[in-house]
């Protein structure tokens, strides 16, 4: 039976008296640190003294210290910088100041499981991972509510880990929604195959795939980009909020006996068989190797050639004038 909590099982009182570095301030960094500051808790941001990031985080009202004097005057380290920049800064500028029961925090947990970060025995090694993006889990928490977290402990050197994470996932406003209790190698493994075959790859795919379709049988681009991208987020919204039945519930009846009938041939044992194919390169460690050696070799060029091929893509061309129709105070 899978562990949770929500918001009265938590007393924050017990961190308040504990200092959070939060280091980075980028998507995940500002949200959590501004929710973490607003909730009551002591915390420091650390950065490095030429960022761009700096007075940003200085003009939300937050103390900002570089990345070593953050972490040496803090009891929680929560690291929140990108996940293949975080070995080289933990090495050169967190490490000699991770002492004696301090917490060293995440909210992904791949720099410990595969090993690219090893802590010193003497500390908690802990996870809260939001699910959704820092927009989001900024939002949510300033209208009140907030975004489910799954939290872990790795490594329980002081015999508080569980209740350290717990807190700062209610400072966060996670546990209004709810936490769920997960491990290090859980997250890791679950949110690269989410993001691999469903929620940005596979989506992206079967996007593409369908526009394709479409505009080669004759059909206008235009007409084949609402049917096939635009339309996308309403019935995503309705999975979301309702469950895959419930969507089915809200749509045209026409709708659901095509989607009930020709998705399952579409999406088929075939594609669950490459599903599983993908799932083990994951568990393997070579999806980590293969992506460690292309950042270090080529950086955020690793993915340039395949991010230019979409870029290019009639779907992109055509989504610039549409959204642009729809919305023309927004850029594309």
Partial sequence: MVKKWSDQDINIDSLKNQTIAVIGYGIQGKAQANNLKD????????????????????????????????????????????????????KSEISKNVTENKALCFSHGASIHWKWIEPPTNVDVIMVAPKGPGQRVRELFLEGFGTPSLVAVYQDYTGTALNRVLTLAKGIGSTRPGVIETTFKEEVETDWFGEQVDLCGGTHSLVMKAFETLVEAGYQPEVAYFECLHELKLIVDLIQKYGLTGMYNRVSETARFGGLTRGPRVIDESSKSKMKDVLSEIQSGQFAKEWLTRYKNEGKNAFKLYMREIENHQIEKVGKVMRNMMWPEQSN
Avoid: C, F
Avoid at 62 to 73: F, I, L, P, T
């Fill in 39 to 90: 909730s009551g808790l002591d915390v420091i941001v650390g950065l490095r003294k030429d960022g761009n990031s700096w007075k940003i985080a200085e003009d939300d009202g937050q103390k900002v210290m570089e990345v070593g004097e953050a972490a040496k005057n803090s009891d929680i380290i929560h690291i929140l910088i990108p996940d293949m920049e975080q070995a080289d800064t933990y």
